[in-house]
């Protein structure tokens, strides 16, 4: 086993890769953090939270990073080793095409691994903490805006006022709460006493109040109920990025994939929302292995091009890759369709680019150049 050159592969590929994969993720994440902007003015976010944001959708930037950066990596390697000539040393000393793959299937199995590492694990668990994260900053925002003597309007259709609160406690005291979340109704709540408890794990915030009186008008009925406690449950609005679900609400990207095919199951597979759950299921093990196959295509593109000649590898290697996210796109809306069976239809896309990677490989193999690849040279 020629180890050197393995050893000396290995590092021309990591070289390209590791830089690659920072601009990649420099782009990214100044796209995906558009969106946080609004949240983190609005909620005051401290520099240690914030570096908790950033690692929570770290995961989902590296879901795209990294089969791009594995295949540049390993198009980027070979093209500079065949404008080098250094290809066609290592032919002459005997080693033939095959014995060049052990470096590059170990590089892209260790890319392959990472991706579904993000994809079935890291991923659902940094979209639940964020969840938790922006709750527990919803909360610390209102005990900020709630201060004695002033209307706090910092929950939508809630307007709640405190004559005094209690440093020791925390507790408040002389509550005003006016409630104009129902648009035929409207609750006047007048209470001796009152506090505030967030329970994260439930992602709930409650209010409980003592001791005081209900005023309800509906129309020109009117209402007066005296409480020794009274509890409301405060609504919690999520920034427009995670969506129109409730705080407590756990989607389907946050799900384990074993809670996927239950809830598959418990839905019914053939129904829209069974549908739904499959999808998600497959779909991170599709990427998983996509990525896989998009770094071992790398190599017959890096190998189209012969010395002197102009490298088509690398503008080819992008446009296959946006090709392939597209019938991803694809697949998955066939299969919100349920006219074809889920696990067939989302598999499609890495069954075609692997039938296209094992042609492409046996041609370089051969030393010879697809029609497609002389078509573009001319």
């Not at 805006?145 to 020791?168: A, P, Q």
């Not at 799900?255 to 779909?283: C, F, N």
């Not at 290697?317 to 019938?327: K, R, S």
């Amino acid at each position: 086993m020629p180890i050197l050159l393995y050893t000396y592969l290995s590092t021309e590929i990591l070289a390209p890769f590791f830089s690659s994969f920072l601009i990649l993720n420099g782009i990214l994440f100044l796209g995906k953090l558009m969106p946080f902007l609004d949240t983190i003015f609005s909620f005051g976010v401290g520099f240690s939270d914030f570096l908790r944001i950033c690692v929570y959708i770290m995961p989902n930037l590296l879901l795209f990073s990294l089969p791009m950066a594995g295949m540049i990596g390993v198009i980027i390697c070979f093209a500079r080793l065949s404008a080098d000539n250094e290809i066609m040393a290592i032919k002459a000393c005997g080693i033939g095409f095959y014995r060049l793959l052990p470096p590059v299937v170990v590089f892209a199995l260790c890319i392959a691994f990472l991706t579904g590492l993000c994809s079935i694990s890291l991923i659902p668990k940094g979209n639940v903490y964020m969840k938790r994260l922006l709750f527990q900053l919803a909360k610390e925002k209102i005990d900020k805006g709630l201060t004695e003597h002033h209307f706090s309007e910092g929950i939508k259709n809630l307007v709640i006022y405190v004559d005094r609160i209690d440093s020791v406690d925390n507790q408040w005291h002389g509550v005003y709460v006016s409630d104009m979340r129902y648009k035929d109704t409207t609750l006047n709540v007048v209470a001796r006493s009152g506090n505030l408890d967030a329970y994260v794990d439930d992602m709930r915030l409650t209010l409980t109040l003592l001791d005081g009186t209900v005023h309800r008008s509906i129309g020109e009925t009117a209402q007066t109920i005296e409480f020794k406690r009274y509890t409301l449950e405060l609504p919690m609005e999520n920034p427009k990025f995670i969506g129109d679900d409730r705080a407590s609400y756990v989607g389907k990207g946050e799900m384990s994939q074993e809670e996927l095919l239950e809830r598959a199951d418990h839905y019914g597979r053939s129904t829209p929302k069974g549908a739904a759950m499959l999808i998600e299921y497959h779909k991170r093990l599709v990427l998983s292995a996509g990525c896989l196959i998009l770094s071992l295509l790398g190599l017959p593109l890096a190998l189209q091009s012969r010395p002197g000649g102009r490298s088509l590898g690398l503008p080819a290697g992008l446009a296959l890759f946006v090709f392939y996210y597209i019938l991803i796109t694809a697949a998955k809306s066939i299969s919100e369709s349920g006219t074809l069976p889920v696990s067939i239809i989302m598999w499609m896309p890495n069954i075609l680019f692997g039938m296209i990677t094992i042609y492409l490989i046996r041609k370089a193999a051969k030393e010879t150049t697809g029609g497609f690849f002389d078509f573009l040279k001319r």
